[in-house]
């Protein structure tokens, strides 16, 4: 079973907006930091956005300003705020779950949610 489910993909124009979500399941969310990457086709997966276990983010300078990352651990889900979108931004998001309890590493992925922004 993949703990991750992501959902919130489809077509928007560009300067839309979207909203990304990823269910986890089976795993202590709280404990996990977050991740949104996003790949297109031929090209290397690509870190967008981090929030730490503590709620802290961080983001790549192509979305600063334009993508909040944020998590609700009551509901185990991680989101991504995409506004003012632009046809690079589109790529297949993928949620990653990452934590290092210092005697193994879990890293979960989920399976992908195509963006894509028409110009």
């Known amino acids: 079973q993949v703990p991750l489910v992501e959902s919130g993909g489809g077509l928007v124009q560009a300067g839309g907006s979207l909203r990304l979500s990823c269910a986890a399941s089976?795993?202590?969310?709280?404990?996990?930091?977050m991740r949104w990457y996003r790949q297109v086709p031929g090209k290397q997966r690509d870190l967008v956005a981090t929030?730490?276990?503590?709620?802290?983010?961080t983001y790549v300078d192509p979305v600063k300003g334009r993508f909040t990352i944020s998590r609700d651990n009551t509901k185990a889900t991680v989101y991504l705020q995409m506004n003012n979108l632009k046809a690079e931004d589109t790529a297949v998001y993928y949620c990653?779950?990452?934590?290092?309890?210092?005697?193994?590493?879990?890293?979960?992925w989920g399976q992908g949610t195509q963006v894509t922004v028409s110009s």
């Open positions: 990653n779950a990452y934590y290092d309890s210092g005697y193994t590493n879990h890293d979960y």
């Open positions: 929030i730490s276990s503590e709620g802290t983010s």
């Open positions: 089976g795993i202590q969310f709280s404990f996990f930091a």
